[in-house]
């Protein structure tokens, strides 16, 4: 039971645009902690893609852009490649762990 | 360029401690938060605690109680001890640089992961 929900699995066509959620509540996101987002392939350690609710990394295409509004938080996608196909965490504070709570994790599969 | 690696046994038996270590080269373990994390096997990932370069502990609630991070700056290493394990316990332990942005940590770097089994 993750303190960030996120959908289990989500998928698009190479090319095509593909955002995934993460809701929150008043505990984390809702209170106003930024939002980052990772990138974990099979067998590796995850990769952060966007900090601070929005900045990207050095290296991380600008394909991937993240947001935030309320209780929740987004990551999109754009002009998906076969690369991209791999699990995705969001993470933020939330204050009922008094430190750092994820999302369980969506799969994206590029079709 | 930073780097992690975590090292210690692989397999721990039921109710004994878990111990690992992780090495950081290639910067200094000030001014950061020192990072465990855990995923086990086909599931998300799981905070475990953290530790600010000043000494200060983090622990996940579930987990105080059995939890101990420590930091050796002469070292530059820092140590995860989780007493009396149980299968549930059975994960790729990860260790994480944190940096923070507006108060909220994030990890930049990462060791590759250590499986720790628990199991008799």
């Known amino acids: 039971q993750s303190v960030l929900t996120q959908p289990p699995s989500v998928s698009g066509a190479p090319g095509q645009r593909v955002t995934i959620s993460c809701t929150g509540s008043s505990s984390n996101i809702g209170a106003g902690y930024d939002v980052h987002w990772y990138k974990q392939l099979p067998g590796t350690a995850p990769k952060v893609l966007i900090y601070g609710n929005r900045n990207r990394p050095s290296g991380v295409p600008d394909r991937f852009s993240g947001s935030k509004s309320g209780t929740s938080a987004s990551l999109a996608i754009t002009g998906l490649q076969a690369e991209d196909e791999a699990d995705y965490y969001c993470?933020?504070?939330?204050?009922?762990?008094?430190?750092?709570?994820f999302g369980g994790g969506t799969k994206l599969t590029v079709l | 360029q930073v780097q992690l690696q975590e090292s210690g046994p692989g397999l721990v038996k039921p109710s004994e401690t878990l111990s690992l270590t992780c090495s950081v080269s290639?910067?200094?373990?000030?001014?950061?938060?020192w990072t465990w994390i855990r995923q086990p096997p086909g599931k998300g990932l799981e905070w475990i605690g953290y530790?600010?370069?000043?000494?200060?502990?983090y622990y996940r609630p579930s987990l105080k109680s059995r939890l101990t991070i420590s930091l050796d700056t002469s070292k530059n290493q820092f140590s995860l001890r989780l007493s009396s394990v149980t299968a549930a316990d059975t994960a790729v332990y990860y260790c994480?640089?944190?940096?923070?942005?507006?108060?909220?940590?994030?990890?930049?770097?990462w060791g590759q992961g250590i499986l720790v089994t628990v199991s008799s």
């Open positions: 994480a640089r944190g940096d923070t942005i507006y108060g909220v940590a994030y990890f930049d770097y």
């Open positions: 993470q933020s504070y939330d204050r009922s762990l008094s430190g750092v709570g």
């Open positions: 530790i600010y370069y000043s000494g200060s502990t």
């Open positions: 290639g910067g200094s373990i000030s001014s950061y938060y």
